[in-house]
């Protein structure tokens, strides 16, 4: 790109957006927020064509001193470029579910969405720690915006609960991270993915950014703001929080805690993994009972997530490379499903199953596209879903057959809710009228569950082309954990991590 300056780009393009909505009538913010997304969506994909997969970790990078050691940098690896497309590529999707259902202080509602694609962005591009820790922390502000202005009946308590759980963690973060810079005198996060912390002090700085960690995923039992959140939103803001605000969280343990804390990483994968199985199969038990179809799909959102912990606390590569193709899958599935969800609310402005049934019959159409990304969460051959599933579940072999098997059970209870789901809302007897009578859907509509179901059809077929720019990355984040990954079942047991050194007497390494 011959240093062209893409990912400032990427940020201005729907600041400017932002601010131009503010000032706009409703039909007039309604194209400036897709124009802007469809902008940065381009840039997205000149991003991945010009990402050199063979070259230098970080690419595109961006660095302007700014004051006490703080800087504005910018750069990104090919974990960090999958996740950003991914965001540049849904937020389109949800200005087109936003078109004709809000109708309220329209200009505001576009511009809180083009914000949150700022910082979303600089989430993934940041550099620098404390510059990560700002757009990472500012992201929770247009999300409750969202949630409390355009969201249901019991939006207030939702987007305070949404707002108190998410904001604690972060703030023992923020005292780990103050402590980091005195330490290793750097704010670069290349920099300190590469540092060796005393390894005493990790297991407090683990557990620090595992509090806000933890809870952004979320994992069990600190996920009771999801379902809430999910149910109270507008349709785009599920999407946009099913497909990207969930995995800064994933990112966060990939980029923080596993490079730069290792062997506190290695000390507490027992807890990690307790709390990844018991997501697993407690929330799709729970998904198994619901009534509302928002809930349903939230609660299965917490069981995904606790396949990428376990995958990435597998400590070997098809574990890393696995939870991430789940984290990009998920990111397309759920906020296809929150689609179709938001497509028959639409219509008849109820989530309650029991008030469906048998619309294959009048909407075809809709019935194929949400039979697609059924089959898709429950990870059939062909889908995204499989992909990152089986991966996932062959790094866990390798450290754990029962670990392992609850993986597998939490998979197959996945496919009771789904299909249960699926089957009284698509099949079965017209027994409302209301339903019965609700047009298929509409070019808009078909647009925007079409783009996404090509998405998950070409990474359930090719994965490689996903696979290929993060694989650098992953080999290179999978050889810094190799001093500190313990050997068998012996992420199951707990006990203090141990020396470098002792590692490497020991064999430690891979």
Known sequence: MGGFPILSLMLLVPLVGAVACLFAEAKTARWIALIATLVDFALGIVLWLNFDIGGAQWQFVEKVPLFAGFSYALGIDGIALLLIVLSVFLMPICIGASWNSITKRVGEYFAAFLLMEVLMIGVFAAQDLYLFYIFFEAGLIPMYLIIGIWGGDNRIYASYKFFLYTLLGSVLMLIAMMWMVHEAGTTDIPTLMAYDFPVQAQTWLFLAFFASFAVKMPMWPVHTWLPDAHVQAPTAGSVILAGVLLKMGGYGFIRFSLPMFPEASAQFAWLIYALSMAAVVITSLIALVQHDMKKLIAYSSVAHMGVVTIGLFAFNTQGLEGSMIVMLSHGLVAGALFLCVGVIYDRLHTREISRYGGIAINMPKYAMFFLLFTMASIGLPGTSGFVGEFLSLAGVYQISTWVALVCTTGIILGAAYMLYLYRRVAFGEQKNADAAAMPDIDLREWTMLGALAAAVLWMGVYPESFLAPMRK???????????????????????????VEEHAAQGGAH
């Open 473 to 499: 990355d992953i080999a290179a984040l999978d050889a810094r954990l190799a001093r500190a990954a313990p050997q068998g079942d012996a992420h199951l047991k707990i006990g203090k991590p141990k020396p």
